[in-house]
């Protein structure tokens, strides 16, 4: 992220309510084929859910869709773990 990367979370809005990374675009899954171009092709795309298994689906519809997309595998949890921030 700190290299430009942009950060991704398809959580749902409730999910999103109870806790975020705070540099995280809120696309929820749901919506991320008609909102994806609120995303610069030019950037990584960091892709990111509560466990990682929606954020791998999510990562790869957005490179089939032309992103550098990826998903941050254990979502969430993982980002916590690692150090990451969490705001409500």
Do not use: F, N
């Not at 409730?14 to 171009?37: N, Y």
Request: with cysteine; hydrophobic share 40%.
């Amino acid at each position: 992220l700190e290299d430009g990367a942009v950060l991704v979370d398809v959580r749902e809005k409730e999910e999103w309510r109870s806790g975020h990374a705070p540099q995280a675009r809120h696309i929820p899954l749901s919506r991320l084929e008609a909102e994806s171009r609120r995303l610069p092709k030019e950037a990584p795309v960091v892709v990111m859910c509560a466990s990682g298994m929606r954020s791998r689906g999510a990562a790869a519809q957005l490179r089939a869709a032309g992103y550098r997309a990826t998903s941050l595998s254990g979502g969430l949890a993982a980002w916590r773990t690692a150090g990451g921030r969490v705001t409500r």
